[in-house]
């Protein structure tokens, strides 16, 4: 038997935020103008995810708060 393990759009998004490069921007934009999550989902589970990081949180939270605003954005535009 074959299992296949998948993360959840939200997750996708939020393993994308510590990178943040141009094509995890695009790929978090695609995921919520799909509808697939929004930018409340990914704010609340990169925050509670934040726990747990090792590692220096300064560049991380910053990638956050853009990351959330794109998502704003795109919500904005599929209205």
Partial sequence: MLRAHVLSPVDLAVSKIARFADND??????????GLTTADEIEQRATSALVGYVGGLAMLKLNLRDAVALARRVERERV
């Fill in 25 to 34: 921007k695009e790929d978090i934009a695609a995921l919520v103008r799909l």
